[in-house]
């Protein structure tokens, strides 16, 4: 995968390092400036632009919501609280400095995950669901065969541009499908699941704590959008005993 690094601290960034150390991942350039990235992103292929959020000018999340064509992007910050804007964004994975290796290379897996889920449907087609008449299981198209997932067991599902993620209690690994979460949404009834968030669908039975900004659900914190806070909210005071 071509990539690019957005950051206007060379000397401090060990992104490059680690780049060079990883075999699917060709740096093609590193820029200090969203202007010169800019150049870059119209005249070389990229696949995934690693970008600092605290760049001069404009910032690195402004600067992302100017493209109209995003590639994959992964943020990086000295500042945990613009996470959120990340997932706003539907950034793939966001990068507290300093960042280590090891947390680097699971934001670059993921990234590889979903470039060779994208090479796989090579007309950008969506993948179907199935939805059957007792509506408690869903058929998905995964890896080239239809998955199986029972209601019960779904966890969250998380929702990136055309691929969704969903993390169930019988896999340690997500099911990753090219769809829409709106799709899927439609498919699963509300008694069961809710959207928290534009890029989260949560199952209700297995959220261990609530605060009024995220769900805590296996120790994975995931936001709540301001678009969504009244209906989950309601729909939680309505569960409670």
Partial sequence: MNCIVIDKSPVQNNLVEYIRTVPYLELTSYCTSVFEAYEILQTVKTDLVFIDTDLP???????????????????????????????????????????????????????????????????????GFTENSSNDFVLVKSDYQTVKINLEDIIYIEGLKDYIKIYTSQNPKPIITLNSLKKLQNNLPTTKFSRIHKSFIVGLKHINSINKTQVVINNKHIPIGESYKNIFMNKMEELKI
């Fill in 57 to 127: 000018k404009v910032s690195g999340v402004d600067f992302i919501k100017s493209l109209d064509a995003r590639p994959m992007v992964i943020f990086t910050s000295t500042n945990s609280n613009l996470a959120i804007e990340g997932y706003n964004l539907n950034a793939l994975d966001f990068l507290l400095k300093p960042v280590s290796f090891d947390r680097f290379l699971k934001a670059a897996n993921k990234a590889f995950e979903f470039h060779a889920l994208k090479r796989s449907q090579p007309n950008g087609e969506f993948e």
